[in-house]
């Protein structure tokens, strides 16, 4: 059994990130799921995809997210003509010093959100795959890290629109979460509504963490408890995507551990010091399906049969039940 002071810390850092869940939901009214979500990733060190119909929120939760620490955001807004150099910056001529000076892009920010990441090339979709896997970008050879913590955001239009590039597998890959907001409850469009009328949604929140509060919550996150039975649990689920007769391809080792690490931030968000098999059901239904390509479906799109597979497998593993929790 774990001491009474590691409890007691646990327990505070649940209910700071709760308050601080709170602080966001003041403007992003009735996304508690998906503010919780966005939360979890950050935790755990991942990126977030966010794919839904226009004007539901998307861009706004983001905001409303980075507005919420006290840290450095800057928002892309893609299109056709974007070039991979207005993403990682560019190395210029200096004529006064005679030297070669290396001016930042937009990605040297704590927070990024990536507005409509599919109406850009993939050539620039490319761009980002070095920034979210190893924290750096490389221009002229040189390598350039990425500020700490690191995040993106990335929103895109349903793949049947027109005018959108389908992200290939290994750009999907590096989300550690896909995420649908969906339209609004009946009650929560109403307060919408009115938060509108009186320009409250347009006002900026106060932070509620500082960049080092956040650091500190990751770290408390990756101390999270896991079980054997979990890994066990955990590594089951994605060999069952693996020998499913309907999956092409299936969950890769990089899916497996998004989640764990998932599974870890979401028991320290719910105020434990170790993971449940709850806490693996919950996150799966995120981390899995975007990596997952059906026979007859694209991978950039989740549709009915790959949630119905991903529903089947969720339902055929056996659910561990733990012996003992440290």
């Keep these: 059994m774990m001491n009474h002071f590691r409890l007691s810390n646990i327990q505070q850092s649940s209910v700071l990130i709760q308050q601080w869940m709170d602080r966001i939901e003041k403007v992003v009214i009735g996304r508690r799921e998906a503010i919780e979500h966005l939360i979890i990733a950050m935790l755990s060190g991942g990126h977030v995809m966010i794919e839904d119909v226009p004007g539901v929120g998307k861009t706004l939760l983001a905001k409303t997210l980075s507005q919420s620490i006290d840290c450095d955001f800057t928002r892309i807004q893609c299109n056709p003509d974007l070039m991979p150099s207005d993403l990682t910056g560019i190395t210029i001529y200096n004529q006064k010093s005679g030297e070669f000076e290396f001016r930042h892009g937009p990605l040297q920010s704590n927070l990024v959100l990536v507005d409509e990441l599919n109406r850009t090339s993939p050539r620039t979709q490319s761009a980002l795959l070095e920034a979210m896997e190893e924290r750096a970008v490389t ?32 750009q999907l890959d590096r989300f550690m979460l896909k995420i649908e907001l969906g339209y609004p409850k009946h009650a929560d469009e109403m307060t919408m509504l009115q938060h509108r009328a009186e320009k409250y949604s347009a006002r900026k929140i106060k932070p509620a963490l500082f960049k080092e509060e956040v650091l500190k919550l990751k770290k408390e996150a990756f101390q999270v408890h896991v079980d054997e039975t979990i890994y066990k649990y955990i590594v089951d689920l994605a060999h069952a995507t693996r020998n499913h007769p309907e999956v092409k391809l299936g969950i890769s080792p990089r899916g497996s551990f998004a989640l764990m690490r998932a599974s ?25 399906p975007h990596r997952l390509l059906c026979f007859g479906g694209t991978a950039d799109h989740v549709n009915n049969a790959t949630k119905q597979v991903m529903d089947h497998i969720l339902k055929s593993v056996h659910i561990p039940a733990l012996k003992y929790v440290r």
């Design 139 to 170: 221009v002229d050879g040189v390598s350039h890290a990425l500020p700490r913590p690191f995040m993106v955001v990335a929103t895109q239009n349903p793949a049947d629109y027109e005018g959108t590039y389908p992200l290939p597998e290994a």
């Design 264 to 288: 870890q931030a979401r028991a320290l968000v719910k105020g434990r010091s170790y993971c449940l098999p709850e806490d693996v059901q919950h996150m799966c239904s995120f981390v899995f």
